[in-house]
């Protein structure tokens, strides 16, 4: 059972355009989402992340928003560019049992 | 520095046999998580140690283990190796346990192929 799903494997973006990427749970019960970014060969390095008592948390190009009732989150990146190429990854956790859950992944290619 | 160091990268095996996979955490770090990424599936947690102790387990087979010792460093196991365990196998460190807050680091995975 995937809690943390993100359904779209791949997103294609022209440089200096808005990337959104998006995810989905369906626990509940998770109370801290986080984004994170992996280029090949490299391990997961931390982007950004929301609690869920905000709605949305902005660092720089990067913002992310937190929809509670959706049980839905989305990164979005703006301008997009070439080195923000890479599969990024939401994860989510909670208070309780403090397991990180992570998605698929979706491969972003920003195109110059 | 140093960042999460993981021995070895690369590691080819044959089914049946078994490995062990090392990790070392950023000096100060005491809490330290395995993952395996395997495509389409993410990554999925296998478990969680903190000061030697296991604090959180994945849904994974028993031929899965790992230990933590009192320096941080952390090693994992998995016996009578199947094709399936083939993936990249990564290793994270926090300053506490993982939850809200806390920032995992991830090294840069030791890649096993199981022939």
């Known amino acids: 059972d995937q809690q943390v799903k993100q359904n779209s494997p791949s997103l294609s973006v022209q440089e200096g355009r808005i990337s959104i990427l998006n995810c989905d749970y369906t626990?509940?019960?998770?109370?801290?989402f986080l984004w994170y970014k992996k280029y090949p060969a490299e391990g997961p390095t931390f982007l950004i992340s929301i609690s869920s008592i905000k709605d949305k948390n902005e660092d720089g190009r990067f913002t992310v928003f937190l929809n509670k009732s959706a049980k839905h989150l989305s990164l979005h990146i703006v301008p997009s560019q070439p080195g923000d190429s890479a599969v990024y990854f939401c994860?989510?956790?909670?208070?309780?049992?403090?397991?990180?859950?992570f998605g698929t992944g979706t491969r972003l290619k920003v195109l110059a | 520095k140093a960042g999460v160091t993981q021995t070895p990268r690369y590691l080819i095996k044959t089914r049946g046999q078994q490995v062990t996979l090392s990790c070392s955490p950023i000096s100060g770090h005491r809490s330290v998580s395995w993952y395996q990424q395997t495509p389409g599936q993410g990554l999925q947690f296998l478990f969680e140690?903190?000061?030697?102790?296991?604090?959180n387990k994945g849904n994974f087979p028993g031929r899965f283990s790992g230990r933590q010792f009192s320096n941080s460093r952390s090693e994992m196991n998995v016996s009578t190796l199947e094709l399936g365990d083939s993936a990249l196998y990564l290793c994270?460190?926090?300053?506490?346990?993982?939850?809200?807050?806390?920032?995992?680091?991830f090294g840069p995975g030791t890649r096993l192929t199981v022939l």
């Open positions: 626990n509940s019960m998770f109370d801290y």
């Open positions: 994860a989510a956790t909670d208070s309780g049992t403090y397991k990180y859950i």
């Open positions: 140690y903190f000061s030697e102790t296991q604090r």
């Open positions: 994270a460190s926090s300053l506490s346990p993982s939850g809200g807050g806390n920032e995992q680091f």
